[in-house]
């Protein structure tokens, strides 16, 4: 099982590989009301694109509950713009882990509005 404080440091360093290779190979992942991302390769895809939209961003892990094979991580995620500015938001992160304890599903819910905002 893949924990927020494994998964999210990967993440920060905008890390592709790594965090790819903590999927399934047919996993899905879909972030807020986005596209569903499929597969190892469209998630490694998605999220290279999505951190050309940004300088960086770190997490910062509120609290943790894993219950069988799924987790639920609140964090707190603050993203550098393009521009140098810092945005911080709440958000709420949900995997399930698949039987080879790589993650199969994951979901995050967060309005990334604020980033993007003149």
């Known amino acids: ?3 927020a404080a494994e998964l ?3 993440v920060d360093r905008r890390d592709v590989a790594a ?3 903590k999927f399934a ?3 899905t992942m879909v972030f807020g009301n986005g596209d569903p991302m499929h597969g190892r390769a469209g998630i490694e895809a998605g999220n290279a694109a999505f ?3 940004i300088a960086g961003l770190s997490h910062r892990i509120r609290r943790e509950w894993t219950v069988e094979d799924t987790t639920i991580a609140v964090t707190d995620v603050t993203y550098t713009r393009l521009d140098g500015k810092r945005v911080t938001l709440p958000a709420v992160s949900i995997w399930r882990a698949g039987a080879d304890g790589l ?3 994951f979901r995050v819910y967060a309005d990334l509005a604020p980033v993007f905002a003149g």
Do not use: K, L, W
């Open 19 to 21: 965090v790819g290779a």
């Open 8 to 10: 999210y440091p990967m």
């Open 51 to 53: 951190f050309t939209t």
């Open 1 to 3: 099982m893949i924990s």
């Open 25 to 27: 190979e047919d996993a």
């Open 103 to 105: 993650i199969a599903d």
